[in-house]
């Protein structure tokens, strides 16, 4: 079975400019969530999206924003790109949100880069 | 709120060595406790985990115990290999309906033959 997919592997941006990811869940998991890991340090929660709607925010700018598909895949997009916007950033799927379906398996992400 | 101490790293070992790699975390609650592992160019891997207090998750040698009096789930293993190299994250999950992670820092570890 397919692991968690997402797209593109890597990608160069400018400042200033706008991105948008993508992520493909396991098959039969209805929740995504993205997380933004900076060199060196430990991912940090961006949203969580379960059955299309919004679960979950992390401490993130406006400009951070997404959605689920009713296939439940989803985008992540981010607008007017800064610097520190160069990060991986990984998603996750889950089956649900409690018990043992809430166990979360990640992608293997996407590398931004904002020159 | 809550949040995820682990030791600075690197660190490194010997091959067969033992490792211990200390967690403390702060949280309301009763939360869950991972750790996951993340190879060179890859995304994170679950390692293990626990959902309780006194439960013990254990995976490929690895054993971390969930212990709340001392707010802690320390990762072990009686002998390391090579391909143990990677880093390591421990994370948590808040009580609540809600699928969000918090993970620590980091910790890098480099074994040697």
């Known amino acids: 079975d397919a692991g968690v997919t997402q797209s593109p592997t890597h990608l160069i941006k400018t400042r200033g400019q706008h991105v948008t990811l993508r992520c493909s869940p396991i098959s039969g998991h209805k929740s995504v969530s993205w997380y933004q890991q900076v060199l060196g340090q430990g991912p940090q929660f961006i949203f969580q999206y379960y059955e299309k709607e919004e679960r979950g925010r992390g401490n993130f700018p406006d400009r951070f924003s997404a959605r689920q598909f009713p296939n439940y895949s989803s985008e992540l997009n981010v607008n007017a790109l800064l610097l520190g916007d160069s990060a991986l950033y990984l998603c996750?799927?889950?089956?649900?949100?409690?018990?043992?379906?809430?166990?979360?398996?990640f992608g293997p992400g996407t590398r931004l880069t904002v020159t | 709120g809550n949040s995820v101490t682990q030791m600075e790293g690197p660190v490194t070992l010997s091959e067969e060595a033992f490792l211990t790699i200390n967690c403390t975390y702060t949280a309301t609650g009763y939360p869950s406790l991972f750790w996951y592992v993340q190879y060179p160019g890859e995304g994170l891997q679950l390692l293990l985990k626990?959902?309780?207090?006194?439960d013990k998750g254990s995976n490929k040698g690895f054993e971390a115990t969930y212990r709340k009096e001392t707010t802690s789930f320390h990762l072990e293993k009686g002998s390391v290999q090579v391909s143990d190299s990677a880093v390591y994250f421990c994370a948590l999950r808040g009580s609540g309906n809600t699928g969000k992670l918090i993970f620590g820092q980091g910790t890098t570890l480099q074994v040697k033959p």
């Open positions: 996750a799927s889950s089956g649900g949100l409690a018990g043992v379906s809430y166990e979360q398996y």
């Open positions: 626990a959902t309780k207090a006194d």
